[in-house]
T-cell receptor, first 113, second 111 residues
Framework: DQQVKQNSPSLSVQEGRISILNCDYT??????FLWYKKYPAEGPTFLIS?????DKNEDGRFTVFLNKSAKHLSLHIVPSQPGDSAVYFC????????????FGSGTQLTVLP | DAGITQSPRHKVTETGTPVTLRCHQT?????MYWYRQDPGHGLRLIHY???????DKGEVSDGYSVSRSKTEDFLLTLESATSSQTSVYFC??????????FGQGTRLTVV
């Protein structure tokens, strides 16, 4: 049973437009959510996070929205750039168990020039 | 970049042989994790450590063991490698903050 789901394996967006990546979770104990970006042959790199006490967190072109009642979060990238093309993983953690991360299966974002 | 190094970066081994992957950190972080990445599954936790000699199982721990005799090193051992353990393995570290930082990965092929 996947506790964190990314239902879109891929997404293509035109350069300069908004990219919206979605993530759903089922475990109500999750209280911290993160987005990681991964290029081929590299490790995932931390992008942005949000605590369950917030519903929005912004960092430059990246904004994460959390809807706790729907158990849904999304990552918005505005404007999208070709260098943003990568696999994006949503992850969640809860207090305890060393705050291990539970990951979604990833979404391949392609930003077209 | 977080000071985290994985070795080897690539390895091909035969079924039934033992394999050890090493994760080394220079950050003195308490928490260390081993994940594997497979198509369609994202990253799945194998084992983690919350201190020297303190380890616990993750979601996909069968066939794997770990050891942490020093803060800086976390070893992942496949006692008898199988083809289902062909994967990309990532080590991660975490300090007081909630985000974890990942190594470059080890691509393991079991033939």
């Amino acid at each position: 049973d996947q506790q964190v789901k990314q239902n879109s394996p891929s997404l293509s967006v035109q350069e300069g437009r908004i990219s919206i990546l979605n993530c759903d979770y089922t475990n109500s104990m999750f209280d911290y959510f993160l987005w990681y970006k991964k290029y081929p042959a590299e490790g995932p790199t931390f992008l942005i996070s949000i605590s369950s006490i917030k519903d929005k967190n912004e960092d430059g072109r990246f904004t994460v929205f959390l809807n706790k009642s729907a158990k849904h979060l999304s990552l918005h990238i505005v404007p999208s750039q070709p260098g943003d093309s990568a696999v994006y993983f949503c992850a969640a953690s809860s207090v305890g168990s060393a705050r291990q991360l539970t990951f979604g299966s990833g979404t391949q974002l392609t930003v077209l020039p | 970049d977080a000071g985290i190094t994985q070795s080897p970066r690539h390895k091909v081994t035969e079924t039934g042989t033992p394999v050890t992957l090493r994760c080394h950190q220079t950050e003195n972080h308490r928490y260390m994790y081993w994940y594997r990445q497979d198509p369609g599954h994202g990253l799945r936790l194998i084992h983690y450590s919350y201190g020297v000699k303190d380890t616990d199982k993750g979601e996909v721990s069968d066939g794997y063991s770990v050891s942490r005799s020093k803060t800086e090193d976390f070893l992942l051992t496949l006692e008898s490698a199988t083809s289902s353990q062909t994967s990309v393995y990532f080590c991660a570290i975490r300090g007081p903050a909630t985000e974890a930082f990942f190594g470059q990965g080890t691509r393991l092929t079991v033939v």
